[in-house]
């Protein structure tokens, strides 16, 4: 079955930077786009950053452009989020995703941005 695995969550100061990763399987990684989605209490998962299946196109919220990058490696079965220049507003539980018929998500992992 379909699984996503992410890691790298972390506590980090303002500025720093954190890289997550999303192990996937269960499904052809290599065809499938993959993204990156935040939530915060009370609010609606919001999308990150998304990337086609050959890494070729990236797509990031307006938040973060500049300042979060996407990647991956298909030999690997993995997505990553560099996150650089952290702000506090950037605090959330991130969760990896992908749509294989219907919609997959990750168990997510906590990024607290404080001093």
């Known amino acids: 079955q379909v699984q996503l695995v992410e890691s790298g969550g972390g506590l980090v100061q303002p500025g720093g930077s954190l890289r997550l990763s999303c192990v996937a399987s269960g499904f052809r990684f290599s065809d499938h786009r993959m993204s990156w989605y935040r939530q915060t209490p009370g609010k609606e998962r919001e999308l990150v950053a998304d990337?086609?299946?050959?890494?070729?196109?990236?797509n990031y919220a307006d938040s973060v452009k500049g300042r979060f990058t996407i990647s991956r490696d298909n030999g690997k079965n993995t997505v990553y989020l560099q996150m650089n220049s952290l702000k506090p507003e950037d605090t959330a539980v991130y969760y990896c995703?992908?749509?294989?018929?219907?919609?997959?998500w990750g168990k997510g992992t906590l990024v607290t941005v404080s001093s």
């Open positions: 990337i086609s299946s050959t890494g070729t196109v990236r």
């Open positions: 995703y992908v749509l294989y018929g219907i919609n997959y």
